[in-house]
């Protein structure tokens, strides 16, 4: 687990000083705050394996194709899918919708399965609630029409379940909550209590303590349904136009999901990038996030990053 920038521990041994403590507090970057867990942001289109769990839970046909235009008007919004400077995706199923990472389809579903069966899914991986990890951490954000209406004083509409479908709009993920909802997928369903302490042992090599691995819930989807987004997952990394392909890898089999979202305001917009990855070496599951603030996109920043990570730990 690391967030960068961050700092010198050295500098607080055997304590620091006032001046260096106001520097590091007053630094633009914040590196004493920890982002991994308790950055709370917006995901992109990681979220969309999630929602794909909703839609194939209320029936929709895995291999059913539609067509991306490149845009989707719903409630009067238009919401644009990466591909609308080339006239869309074409004819895509929800296994080339992960693959391509195309809103169109993500939205069109969306709004037919309607938000709750969307919030069912995110809640059931962990969203909005702590991890029960040791060292703390955000809850992220669930949405609620309750929520919307608090906080921005208007009834939810079919637009705002289209923009949290793709990962955009109010709903907020910790790192951490993706790298568990992530293994989840990698494991079947099973959403694991994350720890930092595997066991102690003394000076004599006596154990002193072992930590359980603990099961806090189950994803809300079938063992079929979830290898179905597995299959989606392994499009992205493995096939020719997978937005993750750069972090295809010789030594390890990845499965994973990009994604990039924009935050601020016109004419100051910019972009998260991230990317969720999955695989097995030598009978051991890894699950990684990579998030780079202010990037320019999850398979440009960060799918590279996860195939370099595994090359040099596993080698």
């Not at 409630?75 to 919708?97: D, E, F, Q």
């Not at 949405?143 to 906080?151: D, E, H, N, T």
């Amino acid at each position: 687990m690391t967030s960068q920038p961050s700092y010198n521990l050295n500098l607080f041994s055997p304590w620091i000083g006032r001046v260096r403590y106001t520097a590091l507090a007053q630094d633009e970057q914040k590196p004493l705050f920890n982002r991994a867990l308790y950055g709370s942001y917006m995901p992109g289109s990681i979220l969309k394996v999630l929602a794909c769990l909703a839609f194939l839970e209320n029936g929709v046909n895995p291999n059913e194709e539609m067509v991306c235009d490149g845009e989707t008007i719903v409630s009067g919004v238009k919401i644009r899918c990466a591909s609308y400077r080339s006239g869309g995706h074409g004819r895509v199923n929800l296994y080339t919708a992960l693959e391509k990472s195309c809103n169109d389809y993500l939205i069109e579903h969306a709004v037919a399965v309607g938000l709750d069966e969307l919030v069912k899914q995110y809640a059931a991986a962990g969203i909005g609630e702590p991890t029960g990890f040791e060292l703390g951490g955000a809850d992220g954000l669930l949405p609620s029409k309750a929520g919307l209406k608090q906080r921005e004083r208007r009834n939810w509409s079919n637009a705002d379940t289209g923009f949290v479908s793709i990962g955009q709009g109010m709903v907020e993920i910790t790192p951490l909550q993706a790298a568990v909802y992530t293994a989840a997928i990698a494991n079947g369903g099973n959403i694991m209590r994350p720890f930092i302490v595997k066991k102690i042992v003394d000076d004599k090599g006596v154990e002193l303590y072992k930590t359980t691995p603990v099961v806090r819930r189950r994803l809300a989807a079938s063992p079929e349904h979830i290898a179905m987004v597995k299959e989606g997952m392994f499009q992205v990394v493995n096939a020719p136009h997978g937005t993750g392909r750069r972090a295809y890898s010789d030594i390890i089999t990845l499965y994973g999901k990009t994604g990039t979202a924009e935050f601020g305001r016109k004419p100051n917009l910019r972009n998260n990038s991230f990317f969720i990855c999955f695989g097995e070496y030598n009978n051991v599951r890894y699950s990684m996030f990579i998030l780079q603030e202010n990037g320019a996109g999850g398979g440009r920043d960060c799918a590279p990053l996860a195939t370099e990570f595994f090359k040099q730990y596993l080698n």
